[in-house]
Protein backbone atom coordinates (compact mmCIF):
# COMPACT_ATOMS: atom_id res chain seq x y z
CA UNK A 1 0.00 0.00 0.00
CA UNK A 2 0.61 3.63 -0.80
CA UNK A 3 1.48 5.89 2.17
CA UNK A 4 0.30 9.22 2.37
CA UNK A 5 0.83 12.53 5.00
CA UNK A 6 -1.85 12.56 7.71
CA UNK A 7 -3.25 16.15 6.21
CA UNK A 8 -0.33 19.13 6.89
CA UNK A 9 1.78 16.61 9.17
CA UNK A 10 4.70 14.70 8.96
CA UNK A 11 3.04 11.17 9.88
CA UNK A 12 2.32 8.76 7.18
CA UNK A 13 -0.65 6.82 6.88
CA UNK A 14 -1.62 3.77 4.72
CA UNK A 15 -3.76 4.66 1.98
CA UNK A 16 -6.62 2.24 3.50
CA UNK A 17 -6.97 2.51 7.02
CA UNK A 18 -9.05 -0.73 8.71
CA UNK A 19 -12.30 0.47 10.19
CA UNK A 20 -12.34 -2.06 13.46
CA UNK A 21 -16.43 -1.75 13.88
CA UNK A 22 -16.91 -5.28 13.71
CA UNK A 23 -14.14 -6.19 16.02
CA UNK A 24 -16.13 -8.02 19.49
CA UNK A 25 -19.60 -7.68 17.58
CA UNK A 26 -19.20 -9.44 13.78
CA UNK A 27 -15.52 -10.80 14.31
CA UNK A 28 -14.79 -12.19 17.45
CA UNK A 29 -10.92 -11.78 19.06
CA UNK A 30 -9.44 -14.18 17.27
CA UNK A 31 -10.77 -13.14 14.01
CA UNK A 32 -9.95 -9.76 14.91
CA UNK A 33 -6.29 -10.32 15.09
CA UNK A 34 -5.86 -12.27 12.37
CA UNK A 35 -7.19 -9.24 10.37
CA UNK A 36 -4.78 -6.93 11.91
CA UNK A 37 -1.91 -9.25 11.21
CA UNK A 38 -2.89 -9.70 7.33
CA UNK A 39 -3.56 -5.90 7.32
CA UNK A 40 -0.51 -5.25 8.40
CA UNK A 41 1.26 -7.67 6.55
CA UNK A 42 -0.17 -5.67 3.06
CA UNK A 43 1.49 -2.32 4.28
CA UNK A 44 -1.53 -0.97 6.61
CA UNK A 45 -0.50 0.78 9.90
CA UNK A 46 -3.61 3.29 10.55
CA UNK A 47 -6.17 1.83 12.32
CA UNK A 48 -9.52 3.50 12.99
CA UNK A 49 -12.01 2.35 16.67
CA UNK A 50 -13.83 4.32 18.85
CA UNK A 51 -14.99 4.51 22.37
CA UNK A 52 -18.55 3.77 21.36
CA UNK A 53 -17.82 0.63 19.11
CA UNK A 54 -19.31 -2.47 21.03
CA UNK A 55 -19.31 -0.73 24.27
CA UNK A 56 -15.51 -0.29 23.96
CA UNK A 57 -14.88 -3.90 23.08
CA UNK A 58 -13.00 -2.65 19.87
CA UNK A 59 -10.65 -0.61 21.70
CA UNK A 60 -9.73 -3.74 24.09
CA UNK A 61 -9.37 -6.08 21.33
CA UNK A 62 -6.58 -3.79 19.62
CA UNK A 63 -4.92 -3.30 22.72
CA UNK A 64 -4.35 -6.78 23.50
CA UNK A 65 -2.89 -6.63 19.89
CA UNK A 66 -0.77 -3.98 20.03
CA UNK A 67 0.76 -5.44 23.54
CA UNK A 68 2.32 -7.81 21.46
CA UNK A 69 3.76 -5.47 18.20
CA UNK A 70 5.45 -2.53 18.00
CA UNK A 71 2.99 0.35 19.01
CA UNK A 72 5.37 2.96 16.96
CA UNK A 73 4.96 1.35 13.81
CA UNK A 74 0.85 1.79 14.41
CA UNK A 75 -1.35 5.29 13.90
CA UNK A 76 -4.31 4.65 16.31
CA UNK A 77 -7.11 7.04 15.82
CA UNK A 78 -10.29 6.82 18.19
CA UNK A 79 -13.47 8.89 18.80
CA UNK A 80 -15.09 10.46 21.90
CA UNK A 81 -18.35 12.15 21.80
CA UNK A 82 -21.28 9.87 22.12
CA UNK A 83 -22.66 7.75 25.55
CA UNK A 84 -20.73 5.71 26.95
CA UNK A 85 -22.90 4.83 30.06
CA UNK A 86 -26.04 6.34 31.95
CA UNK A 87 -25.52 9.66 33.21
CA UNK A 88 -25.94 12.92 32.16
CA UNK A 89 -22.52 13.71 31.63
CA UNK A 90 -21.37 10.30 30.18
CA UNK A 91 -22.14 12.04 26.59
CA UNK A 92 -20.75 14.67 24.82
CA UNK A 93 -17.41 16.99 23.74
CA UNK A 94 -17.34 19.16 27.39
CA UNK A 95 -14.19 18.81 29.16
CA UNK A 96 -15.43 16.69 32.29
CA UNK A 97 -16.25 13.59 29.40
CA UNK A 98 -13.24 14.16 27.39
CA UNK A 99 -11.09 13.38 30.31
CA UNK A 100 -12.76 10.64 31.25
CA UNK A 101 -13.15 9.23 27.53
CA UNK A 102 -9.44 9.88 26.95
CA UNK A 103 -8.58 7.80 30.28
CA UNK A 104 -10.90 4.83 29.58
CA UNK A 105 -9.67 5.07 25.96
CA UNK A 106 -6.01 4.27 26.82
CA UNK A 107 -6.76 1.89 29.37
CA UNK A 108 -8.67 -0.81 26.85
CA UNK A 109 -5.76 0.26 24.45
CA UNK A 110 -2.91 -0.48 26.46
CA UNK A 111 -1.05 2.15 25.62
CA UNK A 112 0.47 5.88 26.99
CA UNK A 113 -1.05 7.96 24.12
CA UNK A 114 -3.67 8.17 21.13
CA UNK A 115 -2.03 9.27 17.39
CA UNK A 116 -5.40 10.73 16.54
CA UNK A 117 -8.49 11.29 18.66
CA UNK A 118 -11.38 12.83 16.71
CA UNK A 119 -14.32 13.82 18.07
CA UNK A 120 -17.65 11.87 16.90
CA UNK A 121 -19.89 14.23 15.66
CA UNK A 122 -20.73 17.95 16.53
CA UNK A 123 -22.13 18.60 20.21
CA UNK A 124 -24.79 22.10 20.18
CA UNK A 125 -24.44 22.51 23.78
CA UNK A 126 -20.60 22.68 24.31
CA UNK A 127 -18.51 25.90 23.74
CA UNK A 128 -15.67 24.84 21.03
CA UNK A 129 -13.73 26.73 23.13
CA UNK A 130 -14.25 24.19 26.10
CA UNK A 131 -14.12 21.57 23.41
CA UNK A 132 -11.14 22.37 21.38
CA UNK A 133 -9.15 24.16 25.09
CA UNK A 134 -9.46 20.53 26.33
CA UNK A 135 -8.24 18.81 23.36
CA UNK A 136 -4.95 21.02 23.24
CA UNK A 137 -4.19 20.11 26.76
CA UNK A 138 -4.54 16.73 26.18
CA UNK A 139 -1.81 17.18 23.03
CA UNK A 140 0.45 19.49 25.22
CA UNK A 141 0.28 16.62 27.91
CA UNK A 142 1.52 14.27 25.17
CA UNK A 143 -1.90 12.15 25.86
CA UNK A 144 -3.11 12.98 22.30
CA UNK A 145 -0.64 13.45 19.04
CA UNK A 146 -2.77 14.74 16.54
CA UNK A 147 -6.70 15.96 17.24
CA UNK A 148 -9.89 15.39 14.28
CA UNK A 149 -13.70 15.59 13.77
CA UNK A 150 -15.46 13.08 12.12
CA UNK A 151 -19.41 13.95 10.77
CA UNK A 152 -18.49 17.87 10.93
CA UNK A 153 -20.16 20.54 8.37
CA UNK A 154 -18.52 22.44 6.75
CA UNK A 155 -19.31 25.50 8.53
CA UNK A 156 -18.88 23.92 12.23
CA UNK A 157 -15.23 22.26 10.86
CA UNK A 158 -14.18 26.14 10.00
CA UNK A 159 -15.41 27.21 12.85
CA UNK A 160 -13.53 24.91 15.01
CA UNK A 161 -10.30 25.73 12.86
CA UNK A 162 -10.42 29.56 12.74
CA UNK A 163 -10.48 29.61 16.87
CA UNK A 164 -7.63 26.93 16.72
CA UNK A 165 -5.70 29.63 15.12
CA UNK A 166 -6.75 32.42 16.75
CA UNK A 167 -5.86 30.97 20.17
CA UNK A 168 -2.90 29.09 18.94
CA UNK A 169 -3.71 25.85 19.61
CA UNK A 170 -3.13 22.50 17.94
CA UNK A 171 -5.58 22.64 14.91
CA UNK A 172 -7.42 19.67 13.46
CA UNK A 173 -5.76 17.41 10.96
CA UNK A 174 -8.46 15.34 9.54
CA UNK A 175 -12.14 15.49 8.99
CA UNK A 176 -14.33 11.82 8.97
CA UNK A 177 -16.83 12.24 6.53
CA UNK A 178 -19.48 9.70 5.26
CA UNK A 179 -18.18 9.48 1.68
CA UNK A 180 -18.52 7.23 -1.13
CA UNK A 181 -20.17 6.85 -4.55
CA UNK A 182 -23.62 6.86 -2.91
CA UNK A 183 -22.86 9.69 -0.30
CA UNK A 184 -22.16 12.63 -2.84
CA UNK A 185 -23.09 15.42 -0.58
CA UNK A 186 -19.68 15.62 0.95
CA UNK A 187 -18.42 17.09 -2.27
CA UNK A 188 -20.56 20.20 -1.99
CA UNK A 189 -18.53 21.83 0.76
CA UNK A 190 -16.18 19.55 2.78
CA UNK A 191 -13.88 18.30 0.11
CA UNK A 192 -12.99 21.83 -1.41
CA UNK A 193 -12.76 23.09 1.95
CA UNK A 194 -10.23 19.75 2.83
CA UNK A 195 -8.13 20.44 -0.39
CA UNK A 196 -7.90 24.22 0.24
CA UNK A 197 -6.63 23.86 4.05
CA UNK A 198 -4.52 20.22 3.60
CA UNK A 199 -7.29 18.53 5.79
CA UNK A 200 -6.30 14.85 5.62
CA UNK A 201 -9.99 13.13 4.09
CA UNK A 202 -10.80 9.73 5.83
CA UNK A 203 -14.37 8.91 4.36
CA UNK A 204 -16.32 6.31 6.57
CA UNK A 205 -18.89 3.79 5.21
CA UNK A 206 -17.15 3.73 1.47
CA UNK A 207 -19.15 0.69 0.46
CA UNK A 208 -22.65 2.50 1.31
CA UNK A 209 -23.39 -0.06 4.21
CA UNK A 210 -22.55 -2.84 1.72
CA UNK A 211 -24.40 -1.88 -1.28
CA UNK A 212 -21.98 -0.84 -3.48
CA UNK A 213 -20.67 -4.94 -3.08
CA UNK A 214 -23.64 -5.69 -4.55
CA UNK A 215 -25.18 -7.97 -1.85
CA UNK A 216 -28.39 -6.22 -1.88
CA UNK A 217 -29.15 -7.05 -5.39
CA UNK A 218 -32.55 -8.05 -4.04
CA UNK A 219 -33.44 -4.94 -1.84
CA UNK A 220 -32.35 -4.62 1.50
CA UNK A 221 -35.43 -5.75 3.01
CA UNK A 222 -34.14 -8.82 1.87
CA UNK A 223 -30.66 -8.60 3.11
CA UNK A 224 -28.92 -11.86 3.08
CA UNK A 225 -28.23 -13.36 6.85
CA UNK A 226 -25.28 -11.63 8.26
CA UNK A 227 -25.10 -8.86 6.69
CA UNK A 228 -24.97 -5.33 8.49
CA UNK A 229 -28.36 -4.45 7.37
CA UNK A 230 -29.63 -7.93 8.29
CA UNK A 231 -27.95 -7.87 11.32
CA UNK A 232 -29.22 -4.21 12.59
CA UNK A 233 -32.46 -2.94 13.69
CA UNK A 234 -33.38 -0.46 10.83
CA UNK A 235 -34.33 -2.38 7.84
CA UNK A 236 -36.85 0.49 7.30
CA UNK A 237 -34.58 3.46 7.45
CA UNK A 238 -32.16 1.27 5.14
CA UNK A 239 -34.68 0.76 2.81
CA UNK A 240 -36.00 3.69 2.54
CA UNK A 241 -32.38 4.90 1.94
CA UNK A 242 -31.47 2.76 -0.92
CA UNK A 243 -34.08 1.56 -2.71
CA UNK A 244 -34.72 4.06 -5.51
CA UNK A 245 -33.75 4.55 -8.98
CA UNK A 246 -30.08 6.49 -8.10
CA UNK A 247 -28.84 3.73 -5.80
CA UNK A 248 -30.14 0.92 -8.73
CA UNK A 249 -28.45 3.04 -11.32
CA UNK A 250 -25.09 3.44 -9.41
CA UNK A 251 -25.03 -0.57 -8.56
CA UNK A 252 -25.43 -0.90 -12.21
CA UNK A 253 -22.85 1.30 -12.87
CA UNK A 254 -20.22 -0.62 -10.32
CA UNK A 255 -21.66 -4.11 -12.12
CA UNK A 256 -20.46 -3.63 -15.56
CA UNK A 257 -17.00 -2.04 -14.56
CA UNK A 258 -16.57 -4.83 -12.31
CA UNK A 259 -17.26 -7.26 -15.22
CA UNK A 260 -15.25 -5.32 -17.68
CA UNK A 261 -12.09 -5.20 -15.00
CA UNK A 262 -12.19 -8.67 -13.54
CA UNK A 263 -12.75 -6.85 -10.11
CA UNK A 264 -15.38 -7.03 -7.86
CA UNK A 265 -18.29 -4.48 -7.38
CA UNK A 266 -16.05 -3.24 -3.77
CA UNK A 267 -12.81 -3.57 -5.39
CA UNK A 268 -14.33 -0.99 -8.45
CA UNK A 269 -16.44 0.92 -5.38
CA UNK A 270 -13.00 1.21 -3.26
CA UNK A 271 -11.17 2.15 -6.48
CA UNK A 272 -13.11 4.78 -7.32
CA UNK A 273 -12.86 6.36 -4.18
CA UNK A 274 -9.01 5.91 -3.59
CA UNK A 275 -8.17 8.55 -6.52
CA UNK A 276 -11.03 10.87 -5.43
CA UNK A 277 -9.06 14.44 -5.45
CA UNK A 278 -8.49 15.17 -1.58
CA UNK A 279 -8.86 11.92 -0.06
CA UNK A 280 -6.53 10.25 1.96
CA UNK A 281 -7.23 6.85 3.60
CA UNK A 282 -10.62 5.11 2.86
CA UNK A 283 -11.83 3.31 6.13
CA UNK A 284 -12.48 -0.61 5.32
CA UNK A 285 -14.53 -2.94 7.24
CA UNK A 286 -14.84 -6.67 7.53
CA UNK A 287 -16.13 -8.87 9.22
CA UNK A 288 -13.89 -12.07 7.84
CA UNK A 289 -10.50 -12.18 6.93
CA UNK A 290 -12.24 -12.94 2.94
CA UNK A 291 -14.00 -10.03 3.30
CA UNK A 292 -10.70 -7.83 4.40
CA UNK A 293 -8.67 -9.96 1.44
CA UNK A 294 -11.30 -8.36 -1.28
CA UNK A 295 -10.96 -4.99 0.56
CA UNK A 296 -7.16 -5.10 0.06
CA UNK A 297 -7.37 -5.73 -3.48
CA UNK A 298 -8.53 -2.83 -4.18
CA UNK A 299 -4.98 -1.03 -4.18
CA UNK A 300 -2.15 -1.76 -6.44
CA UNK A 301 -4.27 -0.40 -10.31
CA UNK A 302 -6.35 2.00 -11.13
CA UNK A 303 -9.70 2.04 -12.81
CA UNK A 304 -9.07 3.28 -16.66
CA UNK A 305 -10.61 7.21 -17.21
CA UNK A 306 -13.55 6.00 -19.00
CA UNK A 307 -14.80 3.78 -16.32
CA UNK A 308 -13.93 6.74 -13.34
CA UNK A 309 -15.91 9.02 -15.34
CA UNK A 310 -19.24 6.69 -16.11
CA UNK A 311 -18.96 5.82 -11.89
CA UNK A 312 -19.10 9.22 -11.51
CA UNK A 313 -21.85 10.21 -13.68
CA UNK A 314 -23.63 7.35 -12.44
CA UNK A 315 -23.59 8.79 -8.86
CA UNK A 316 -24.18 12.38 -9.51
CA UNK A 317 -26.23 13.68 -7.16
CA UNK A 318 -29.11 16.19 -7.59
CA UNK A 319 -28.08 19.74 -7.14
CA UNK A 320 -29.48 23.09 -6.84
CA UNK A 321 -27.98 27.02 -6.80
CA UNK A 322 -25.13 27.37 -4.96
CA UNK A 323 -23.75 23.76 -5.68
CA UNK A 324 -25.06 23.19 -9.31
CA UNK A 325 -22.91 24.14 -12.87
CA UNK A 326 -24.12 27.13 -13.65
CA UNK A 327 -23.27 28.71 -10.02
CA UNK A 328 -19.40 27.19 -11.04
CA UNK A 329 -19.29 28.61 -14.43
CA UNK A 330 -20.12 32.53 -12.29
CA UNK A 331 -17.42 31.85 -10.09
CA UNK A 332 -15.07 31.05 -12.62
CA UNK A 333 -15.80 33.60 -15.37
CA UNK A 334 -13.05 35.61 -16.48
CA UNK A 335 -10.75 33.63 -13.85
CA UNK A 336 -9.23 30.75 -14.92
CA UNK A 337 -5.34 30.46 -16.94
CA UNK A 338 -5.27 28.74 -20.40
Known amino acids: MKLKKLGRTGTLVSELCL ?4 FGWQADEETSHSMLDRYVEAGGNFLDTSNVYTSGKSEEIIGKWLSRHDREDVVVATK ?43 DPLTPLEETFGTLNTLVEKGLVRY ?15 QLCRTRGWHEPVSLQPQYSLYA ?14 SIAVLPWSPLASGVLSGKYKNGVRNAPSG ?17 NDRTNRIVRAVEAVAQESGK ?60 DKRAEEQQRAGRELE
Open 264 to 323: TMSQVALNWLLFRPGVTAPIIGARNMDQLAENLASTGWSLTKDQAVALTAAGEPDVTYPY
Open 80 to 122: ARFRTADGANRVGLSRKHLHHAVTDSLRRLQTDYIDLLQVHAW
Open 184 to 197: RATEFELMPMCIAE
Open 227 to 243: TRIADSKDVEFYAGRFE
Open 19 to 22: GTMT
Open 147 to 161: VGVSNYRGWQFEKAL
